[in-house]
């Protein structure tokens, strides 16, 4: 029967290792009846489903109601990127170039192989090597304040809003606004975009120290700015850029109406933009197929993951929509661990480290302190650790923490941090003691703890597995075999 192979097939390619035996007696159970059901093809799925469940609705029904009733619809594709941006975009992000030193990229942190991020708690740039875990510091432990974030999907419309803390992005007016304030150029394809002009930036993360000389032993002409001189370091980077002729053509070729001498961050950034939004876009889930209509894309337990998680446990109260994201800001008490953010303060002189006081360092308000950005859950499985600051090494732990955040933070073990900050948490503590009562008394009210089951997490869990993509799963294709600098892309 047509439907029965149908049922085969989703059990095959949805069905992953989160999906218990249970399952598939359930799915076989409708296989049988509707193979009785014979001929009468229009309508014997909705009868089997009735029957099956004796009268009440059947798990598509009530998740579909819920779906329509949350809003979650399919995603539209952004449309595909013009080849020759793409392209230069794709060379332009593996190129170390765009360093000071010359010696680390944007791969360096969202590479392909690492769910486009690094697989890291908190970011190592300058002083490290490496690629990902194997990222060591090789002189002193400077760490950036937080974890990477992944870039799928970053390109879709409507995703205005950049950074754990929302410190870039695009404003309803349609203006852009960055940490560089009234120099943030306006002509971007989008907030993804936009992006670009920022990590090339701190002296910490891509433009190199003051005292510190490229990979040929050469000045870095970058050195001697400082953080904030965002236009000079953007002309730097573009001048190196322009110098290299195989760059100079692509972008004559990807920007034919923009002359040589006018070619500036905002041209490089949209070739970077343009790569990462397609490059990165995790929009054929299970999930996806099931909401464009095959019920047979998700595996039941995924199925029973999707209600509790847009219905009884609330986690669409923040993650809601189809990307699991609100955009907006919350404090559900992740533990203050690891560095803290000691890059300065953006609003007020209060010095953060050893906290880190998110949303609240853009806006000022002590109300805003301690909340993050609701992370979308597309393929979050590729993305431990988890939270802003990689606080926790699984996903187990990260939601178990949501359900407890009280209990969480009494039994947290800093053991699960990177190597060089176990420790901090003790340091945290002992600087700031009543930090877990602080992150408490402003505990977001839409964080409802609840106890579920061994069971349900687990289905919550399975839920998460069926936000995957298994196309990204190997995007080993996209690592250029080489780039127009000469400089190493496999590092
Ligand atoms: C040394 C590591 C490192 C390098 C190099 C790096 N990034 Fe990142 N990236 C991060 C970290 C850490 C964050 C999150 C920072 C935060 O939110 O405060 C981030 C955030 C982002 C985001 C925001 C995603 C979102 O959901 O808001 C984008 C886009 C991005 N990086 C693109 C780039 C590009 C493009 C480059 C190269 C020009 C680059 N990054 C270089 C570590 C790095
Ligand atoms: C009150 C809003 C809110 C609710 C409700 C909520 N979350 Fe979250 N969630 C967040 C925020 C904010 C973060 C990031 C916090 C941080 O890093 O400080 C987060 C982080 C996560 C992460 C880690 C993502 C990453 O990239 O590191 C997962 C997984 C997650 N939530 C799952 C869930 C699940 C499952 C539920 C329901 C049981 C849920 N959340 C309910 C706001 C919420």
Redesign the pocket.
Known sequence: MFSLAACSDGGDDGGDDDVGGETSAEDEDTDESTDTEGEESTTEEESTTEEDTGGEPSLDDQLRELLAAEGVEPVPLPAPPDEAKFELGRLL?FDKE?SGPRN???A???HPLLGSA?AQGQ???QGAVGLGPLRVHSGPSLF??????S?WN?GVEGWDT????GRLGQAEDDSFFSPAGDATPQDFDNA?AA??II??TPDR??RGFSDQLDVFDQPNEMAGLTDADFEDIWGAVVARVMAIDAYADMIDEAFPEVAPEDVDITVLSNA?GAF?GEAFLALDAPFDRYLAGDDDALPTAAKRGALLFYGEANCSGCHSGSLQSDFDFHNIAVPQVGTGNDTGPMTGDEPEAPLDLGRARVTGEDADRFQFRTPSLRNVLLESPYGHNGAYATVEGMIAHHLDPEGSLASYDDSQLDPELVGSRAEVLAEVPDIDAQLLDSLDPLLIPAALSDAELSDLVAFLSALVDQDTLNQLDLVPASVPSGLPVND
């Open positions: 992000f765009l680390i990229s944007c360096t942190c969202h690094d970011s190592k740039g950036l304040p937080r974890s990477a974030l870039l970053r950049m950074f754990w803390d993804l992006f670009t990590p090339i993360e891509m970077i990462e």
